[in-house]
């Protein structure tokens, strides 16, 4: 059974910084692909980062860029997202997911999803 648990949200003042946990059970890193969205309230959900670590790559949405970082730990089969600098803006539900064909930003791609977190950036 595929399982991924996000941990690490909550509220954070603007400006700051926080890391997101995945942990992906069930499945290998090494043999999937792993993402992470979020999704404002009012809003459609949206691909910010990509991890393949199969062959090293990562996938960046340009609203991230220079903020956001994405890495993983296959000892743990855990992927994280630092986020950095972080704006009322990034207010958010944020879910991992994965897929076992190549990254994309776009969230109707990935098959298994985790329950998300909630970030708050609030002062």
């Known amino acids: 059974q595929v399982q991924l648990a996000e941990s690490g949200g909550g509220l954070v003042q603007p400006g700051g910084s926080l890391r997101l946990s995945c942990a992906v059970s069930g499945i290998s890193l090494k043999h999937y692909v792993i993402g992470w969205f979020r999704q404002a309230p009012g809003k459609g959900r949206e691909g910010l980062l990509c991890?393949?670590?199969?062959?090293?790559?990562?996938l960046y949405a340009d609203s991230v860029k220079g903020r956001f970082t994405i890495s993983g730990d296959n000892a743990k089969n855990t992927v994280y997202l630092q986020m950095n600098s972080l704006k009322t803006e990034d207010t958010a539900v944020y879910y991992c997911?994965?897929?076992?064909?190549?990254?994309?930003?776009?969230?109707?791609?990935?098959?298994?999803w985790g329950q998300g977190t909630q970030v708050t950036v609030s002062s």
């Open positions: 997911a994965a897929d076992i064909s190549g990254c994309s930003l776009d969230w109707g791609y990935m098959a298994y």
């Open positions: 991890l393949d670590s199969r062959i090293s790559d990562t």
